[in-house]
């Protein structure tokens, strides 16, 4: 399984991106993809994630800025980054969580997110 994530760069106080995470190879239809970020000196720590039925959960710092979707046909997921702030600032990564007889974890490989004030 890869995960291809794209969309991050420079972006202004109060701008927005949209990142997105492309899943190839098999994967249980029945999963949990995210997106977690790890600014630097910190540790990773979760944004946001979307069930295969469609319930999220945001961590508090992005709730009603940050939007998670998914496209199941695509087993892709998007990640709406709206009235970015410079604490916003890390590397994204998105993974896919999933169980058959054991559990699978699996993650891209980040992309770069850089709100300047």
């Known amino acids: 399984v890869q995960l291809q994530a794209s969309g991050g760069g420079l972006v202004q106080a109060g701008g927005s991106l949209r990142l997105s995470c492309a899943a190839s190879?098999?994967?249980?239809?029945?999963?949990?993809m995210g997106w977690y970020r790890q600014a630097a000196g910190k540790q990773r720590e979760l944004v946001a994630s979307?069930?295969?039925?469609?319930?999220?959960n945001y961590a508090d710092s992005v709730k009603g800025r940050f939007t998670i979707s998914r496209d199941n046909a695509k087993n892709t997921v998007y990640l709406q980054m709206n009235s970015l702030e410079p604490e916003d600032t890390a590397v994204y990564y998105c993974?896919?969580?999933?169980?058959?007889?054991?559990?699978?974890?699996?993650w891209g490989q980040g992309t770069l997110v850089t709100v300047s004030s």
């Open positions: 993974n896919v969580v999933y169980q058959t007889n054991r559990i699978y974890v699996h």
């Open positions: 190879g098999s994967i249980f239809s029945s999963n949990i």
């Open positions: 979307i069930t295969s039925g469609g319930s999220t």
